[in-house]
């Protein structure tokens, strides 16, 4: 079999590497002190014609301008995408780079390695099919009606077309996988030559080489956030319990395969894509939207340490809050909390988000979503209150809370008396305050009623940091109290 070449072009129509002696031929046949030559490896026809950052405008005019002209006339529900892969033969490893552009052609970068031994002999190759499916998975969750992907491999689209037989577990996965997707958004290929200087794929390039320097780490400017930890299963059970407290949500698998399964949720006009690795990692792509918002809180119950919510939330928000900050300022608003009475990861997690929402800056149409950990925290002080005190059996789930509290003349509720017996006139008087801040706050944010005007917003960061803050004050109560 003949061994492969590369073939550079270092002074030419256009200087760059290509793969075949004919497309190298155009470039330098007739034309004055053509200079190039052929190489076995790519690296080896980088360093011929050098970094190909020096590239003019006038040396890959054309193309550049074409890109540009696409892009120019392409609509709000069409994605462009450049991809390209990666390969480190020291540490067996391959990445890629991602570059999506829309019509107001604002940038998102997008990197990811890996090293699955399934995959791994396809070299670069792999890379850039990851790449493909990063790329196409996020233009789903972020809603677009259609997606295309400028590559440089021709296999990227001769396998999707059926042009190419798929043969190796890499292709073929990664056809089972288009299949899937094309059942949810329209997508089209355009290829595009290898280090000929056109801008997007040098940075895709670019992106693809950095990725091996964070082997096994997703990362995004649009808040696609890596989960680990959490396996496939919790998952499910996330959904799940999504599903009974948000009626119309729809949850469906688009394309399950050896390596990852591909969730895509739906509620109304939110959708998320949640593509969940046998390896044990987990990646969230999707719109700022209340279903993102109610997934995640979810997801950051069950992280097992406190310094993966902070990170999870960074990623998640796209800023930066130090732990030790966080650490703080938890201490400033729950001076009394005590492990000895509540050593609960899930619950721990979810005063610290709760805590981690006061120090939250800049805008958004809807503060309400901010609110919501602290005020599921008071269901987990509701529920221990009332059991620790034998008035709720911890076997029964057939009522809420409201069963055990009466509303009086003046429209506070406060516990029945039947079960005024098994309580301190002080936790009794605490129990009230606290089911009566739930109630009165839970129900009018997280709930939309048939009567709209009794359905709340919160309408600036200041009211959600307030209401939150005083949410907190309430539940540090709980420990000086009992």
Same mark, same amino acid.
């Given at each position: 079999?003949?061994?492969?070449?590369? /073939?550079?072009?270092?002074?030419?129509?256009?200087?760059?590497? /290509?793969?075949?002696?004919?497309?190298?031929?155009?470039?330098?046949?007739?034309?004055?002190?053509?200079?190039?030559?052929?190489?076995?490896?790519?690296?080896?026809?980088?360093?011929?014609?050098?970094?190909?950052?020096?590239?003019?405008?006038?040396?890959?005019?054309?193309? +550049?301008?074409?890109?540009?002209?696409?892009?120019?006339?392409?609509?709000?529900?069409?994605?462009?995408?450049?991809?390209?892969?990666? /390969?480190?033969?020291?540490?067996?490893?391959?990445?890629?780079?991602? #570059?999506?552009?829309?019509?107001?052609?604002?940038?998102?970068?997008?990197?990811?390695?890996?090293?699955?031994?399934?995959?791994?002999?396809?070299?670069? #190759?792999?890379?850039?099919?990851?790449?493909?499916?990063?790329?196409? =998975?996020?233009?789903?969750?972020?809603?677009?009606?259609?997606?295309?992907?400028?590559?440089?491999?021709?296999?990227?689209?001769?396998?999707?077309?059926?042009?190419?037989?798929?043969?190796?577990?890499?292709?073929?996965?990664?056809?089972?996988?288009? *299949?899937?997707?094309?059942?949810?958004?329209?997508?089209?290929?355009? !290829?595009? !030559?290898?280090?000929?200087?056109?801008?997007?794929?040098?940075?895709?390039?670019?992106?693809?080489?950095?990725?091996?320097? *964070?082997?096994?780490?997703?990362?995004?400017?649009?808040?696609?956030?890596?989960?680990?930890?959490?396996?496939?299963?919790?998952?499910?059970?996330?959904?799940?319990?999504?599903?009974?407290? +948000?009626?119309?949500?729809?949850?469906?698998?688009?394309?399950?395969?050896?390596?990852?399964?591909?969730?895509?949720?739906?509620?109304?006009?939110?959708?998320? #894509?949640?593509?969940?690795?046998?390896?044990? =990692?987990?990646?969230?792509?999707? !719109?700022?939207?209340?279903?993102?918002?109610?997934?995640?809180?979810?997801?950051?119950?069950?992280?097992?340490?406190?310094?993966?919510?902070?990170?999870?939330?960074?990623?998640?928000?796209?800023?930066?809050?130090?732990?030790?900050?966080?650490?703080?300022?938890?201490?400033?608003?729950?001076?009394?909390?005590?492990?000895?009475?509540?050593?609960?990861?899930?619950?721990?997690?979810?005063?610290?988000?709760?805590?981690?929402?006061?120090?939250?800056?800049?805008? *958004?149409?809807?503060?309400?979503?901010?609110?919501?950990?602290?005020?599921?925290?008071?269901?987990?002080?509701?529920?221990?209150?009332?059991?620790?005190?034998?008035?709720?059996?911890?076997?029964?789930?057939?009522?809420?809370?409201?069963?055990?509290?009466?509303?009086?003349?003046?429209?506070?509720?406060?516990?029945?008396?039947?079960?005024?017996?098994?309580?301190?006139?002080?936790?009794?008087?605490?129990?009230?305050?606290?089911?009566?801040?739930?109630?009165?706050?839970?129900?009018?944010?997280?709930?939309?009623?048939?009567?709209? !005007?009794?359905?709340?917003?919160?309408?600036?960061?200041?009211?959600?940091?307030?209401?939150?803050?005083?949410?907190?004050?309430?539940?540090?109560?709980?420990?000086?109290?009992?």
């Amino acid at each position: 079999m003949a061994k492969k070449k590369f /073939y550079a072009v270092k002074v030419g129509r256009n200087k760059g590497i /290509y793969e075949t002696w004919a497309e190298c031929k155009e470039q330098v046949d007739g034309f004055p002190g053509a200079e190039y030559k052929s190489f076995s490896t790519i690296e080896e026809a980088e360093n011929f014609i050098g970094s190909t950052d020096t590239l003019t405008k006038g040396d890959n005019g054309k193309s +550049n301008v074409e890109i540009d002209a696409f892009i120019n006339g392409i609509d709000e529900s069409t994605l462009v995408a450049f991809v390209d892969g990666s /390969y480190d033969a020291s540490s067996q490893a391959y990445g890629y780079g991602v #570059v999506l552009i829309n019509k107001d052609k604002d940038i998102e970068k997008i990197t990811g390695s890996d090293n699955d031994k399934d995959y791994v002999e396809s070299r670069n #190759v792999a890379g850039e099919i990851e790449g493909v499916k990063t790329a196409i =998975t996020h233009a789903v969750g972020k809603g677009y009606e259609k997606v295309v992907i400028f590559y440089d491999y021709e296999g990227i689209e001769k396998w999707a077309t059926g042009s190419w037989n798929a043969k190796v577990a890499t292709s073929k996965e990664y056809v089972h996988f288009i *299949r899937d997707m094309e059942r949810c958004i329209d997508i089209e290929f355009n !290829k595009v !030559k290898a280090h000929s200087g056109i801008e997007y794929n040098e940075l895709a390039d670019e992106l693809a080489k950095k990725s091996l320097l *964070r082997r096994g780490i997703k990362n995004s400017s649009d808040g696609c956030v890596t989960i680990t930890g959490i396996d496939g299963e919790e998952f499910e059970s996330i959904f799940e319990l999504l599903k009974m407290n +948000n009626e119309g949500l729809k949850v469906g698998k688009a394309g399950e395969s050896k390596s990852s399964t591909n969730h895509i949720l739906s509620l109304e006009k939110d959708k998320i #894509v949640v593509t969940c690795f046998k390896k044990g =990692t987990t990646t969230i792509q999707g !719109k700022q939207s209340p279903l993102l918002e109610k997934l995640m809180i979810l997801v950051v119950e069950l992280l097992p340490s406190n310094g993966e919510v902070v990170e999870i939330l960074n990623d998640y928000h796209d800023i930066s809050i130090p732990q030790d900050d966080l650490t703080l300022r938890f201490n400033e608003l729950l001076p009394n909390f005590d492990k000895n009475k509540t050593n609960l990861q899930k619950l721990i997690n979810t005063l610290n988000q709760a805590v981690y929402n006061t120090m939250l800056k800049g805008e *958004r149409p809807d503060y309400s979503d901010l609110a919501t950990p602290s005020l599921r925290a008071n269901e987990y002080y509701l529920y221990k209150i009332l059991q620790d005190r034998g008035i709720m059996q911890e076997s029964s789930d057939k009522y809420g809370f409201g069963i055990f509290f009466k509303e009086n003349t003046e429209g506070v509720y406060e516990i029945k008396q039947k079960h005024e017996d098994k309580l301190l006139s002080e936790e009794k008087t605490f129990i009230n305050e606290l089911y009566n801040f739930y109630y009165n706050n839970r129900h009018t944010l997280l709930h939309f009623d048939k009567e709209p !005007k009794l359905t709340r917003v919160l309408k600036s960061m200041e009211e959600a940091r307030s209401l939150i803050i005083s949410n907190l004050e309430l539940i540090d109560k709980y420990y000086t109290v009992f």
